[in-house]
């Protein structure tokens, strides 16, 4: 009687959506904890430390610590990813998607220098190292002159070109009002010809 | 013919080719197989406990992951293909599951992972894998699909073989906490809508998961097919995020931090957005639409058999519910017919379907239409690109077509 009152009760608790520590396991989280994993960087500034960065400063680690496979410019050495260039390529038919051309927000590339590179060394990196870095990848995409200094206090000011390039997933709206339609099963089209071949053979492709 | 086939590689093709003719054609003499007694039907085989951990077949051993070496850099940021031409049913096998690591695979005694719930919530915690187990589980069977797979097909057909063009996705039954309890247990703040989900390795991925879809049916899972998470499937702890790009399935989750915004991680900004023709792009495009494909035959598994009773095998599958329909075409899309569905049909995992026919010997193109719960219907790739553009990348799911010739060979094309 009393397993099944308890089970009543926590079938109760479970139900209930916002109570804390309705099951009582796991330990509070301590500051320094939270303080060392908790290194994610929002669009807004929320969760960039102090620190600061010059152009002059980030041409220095860059050349030591990424030029190895991002090149001297940023233009990418052999088929390691390249950082600058590609402006005005995104409606192309091959586009170049770089931080300058594509992405949205200096705040992932602050994050994510942080959180893995260098490729292989993640987490060397000091924070005012990645502000340096970061305000070298910013003069290498010619958003800032060579004499910028990048801080907390200045970063959301420093907004990527493409910004506005992005849009919720309109998938929805868009496809799948034209793709819930009746399919056609008989007779369907008067003609067929191949218009395109394959030929990247699994042999060639190795394990 | 079977000459060729084993020539690139495909042993297997050739060996079930000859015991087929035996199988099927009038014979003058005894099969010696069945008129000699065999070794193994007199000796004894090996005893139980030679490999406690079993292996497949030694004759099964063309049945393996495949990576194709010009895609990426290296092999730490990589990718590679589940044989999907060699299986059947519904359950991959947790050995040849794809993998895609941004770091490598890390490797660790799960005694040292914690998971950590930080942010909008009332009382930021640490959980160990010990505590994760004490929490209510629950046992699922999802498809994880890459956003890429078929990412390659975007400008026209390009890799041939069922692997290559659809391998990205394997579809198991992971065993895992509600994330929703795993949430409330730290009790999340009412201004919290969103989730970030980071993974333990070098890349320390990331990506942000909105509240409604966190609470909904993610799982935290530590079991896939009944057996721990593999190292290269996240062990000892990922995110099971139903019907939603793998690139969300966080692998060695050691943190959720709640906020009250997105974070725009690189991964979900850099990458796995959708680049479309007018040069603007998609983001958030989480759901992997309905998709299907022929598995067998396809350019790996060739027809071997010649003209006469065959066996088209597919799986088809949908980030949206559950596959009641699959049509398949012989003509490259002129005429349909309903496949047969086999399996159970299960929400968010993959289907498998069979069209049985009497091959007449000549040229096929073999084509595969999903229709999923939601009535939506597997485009063309034709229409997609009218959709989209060539450049978005990810989310291809339009129809594949396979030319088969008259040797039964079967090779990746488009038609008109």
């Known amino acids: 009687m009393l397993k099944f009152l308890n089970s009543l009760i926590a079938a109760v608790l479970l139900a209930t959506p916002l109570a804390a520590g309705t099951l009582g396991l796991g330990r509070p989280a301590l500051p320094d904890e939270i303080a060392a994993w908790n290194i ?4 807004d500034g929320a969760g960039l430390p102090e620190g600061a960065g010059s152009v002059l400063a980030g041409e220095g680690v860059f050349t030591e610590k990424c030029a190895a496979c991002h090149g001297d410019f940023g233009e990418g050495v052999g088929r390691w990813p390249i950082l600058v260039g590609g402006e005005d390529t995104l409606a192309d038919e091959r586009p170049t998607k770089t931080i300058g051309s594509y992405w949205p927000y200096l705040s992932t590339v602050w994050d994510y220098v942080y959180r893995t590179m260098p490729y292989g060394d993640a987490r060397s990196l000091t924070v005012d190292e990645v502000y340096q870095v970061t305000a070298y990848i910013l003069y290498l995409n010619d958003l800032v002159e060579d004499d910028f200094t990048l801080t907390k206090a200045n970063f959301t000011s420093a907004v990527l070109p493409n910004q506005a390039g992005f849009k919720r997933d309109d998938r929805p709206q868009t496809e799948y009002p034209d793709f819930r339609k009746p399919a056609c099963m008989a007779n369907c089209k008067p003609n067929v010809e191949i218009t395109g071949r394959g030929t990247a053979k699994g042999a060639e492709m190795g394990q | 013919m079977v000459d060729k086939i084993t020539r690139r590689g495909f042993v297997k093709a050739g060996i079930s080719a000859s015991a087929g003719l035996i199988g099927t054609s ?4 005894g099969d010696p197989k069945i008129t000699k007694v065999q070794k193994w039907a007199q000796e004894l085989g090996e005893g139980l406990d030679t490999r406690p951990y079993g292996l497949p077949s030694p004759h099964e051993t063309g049945v393996q992951r495949r990576r194709v070496p010009w895609l990426t850099a290296d092999a730490y940021s990589s990718i590679n293909f589940t044989p999907i031409h060699d299986l059947e049913g519904i359950i991959t096998p ?28 009332d009382q930021p915690l640490v959980l160990t894998m010990a505590d994760i187990l004490r929490f209510p589980r629950e046992n699922r069977v999802h498809f994880l699909e890459c956003a890429a797979n078929s990412g390659m097909e975007w400008r026209g057909p390009q890799m041939d073989g069922a692997q290559f063009t659809h391998g990205m996705i394997h ?11 795993i949430l409330q247990e730290a009790g999340i703040k009412t201004a919290g809508k969103w989730v970030l989900a980071e993974g333990a390795d070098a890349s320390g991925l990331s990506r942000s998961i909105p509240m409604e879809k966190a609470l909904d049916d993610c799982l935290v899972a530590f079991k896939m097919n009944g057996e721990a998470l593999r190292p290269e499937n996240g062990y000892p702890l990922r995110l099971v995020v139903p019907g939603w790009e793998g690139i969300t399935w966080i692998k060695w989750l050691r943190r959720l931090e709640i906020g009250d915004q997105p974070w725009h991680q690189r991964e979900e900004t850099s990458k796995y957005t959708d680049l479309l023709a007018d040069g603007s792009a998609r983001r958030f495009s989480w759901v992997m639409d309905a998709k299907s494909v022929i598995t067998s035959p396809s350019p790996q598994m060739p027809i071997t058999h010649g ?6 095998s597919g799986l088809a599958w949908s980030g949206h519910g559950t596959i009641p329909r699959v049509d398949v075409s012989l003509d490259g899309g002129v005429n349909w017919y309903p496949a ?10 993959l289907h498998r379907f069979y069209f049985d026919f009497v091959w007449d010997g000549k040229p096929l193109l073999l084509q595969s239409r999903a229709h999923d719960s939601t009535g939506y219907v597997q485009p063309t790739k034709d229409v997609l690109r009218q959709h989209r553009g060539e450049s978005s990348t990810y989310h291809n799911n339009g129809i594949q077509t396979w030319a088969i010739n008259e040797q039964g060979e079967a090779q990746n094309v488009e038609v008109s």
């Open chain 2, 94 to 121: 947790n050995g040849v599951c794809f993998e895609r690591h941004h770091a490598g695979v890390p490797d660790f005694d799960p005694a040292d992972h914690r998971l950590m719930i930080n942010g909008l919530v």
């Open chain 2, 171 to 181: 579809n198991v039954m992971y065993t895992g906490v509600p994330l929703r309890l």
């Open chain 2, 340 to 349: 047969r569905m086999s399996g159970p049909s299960l929400n968010k995992s």
């Open chain 1, 40 to 43: 994610d960087v929002r669009p």
């Open chain 2, 26 to 29: 009038a014979v003058a003499q």
């Open chain 2, 307 to 312: 003209a006469g009773q065959t066996v088209i």
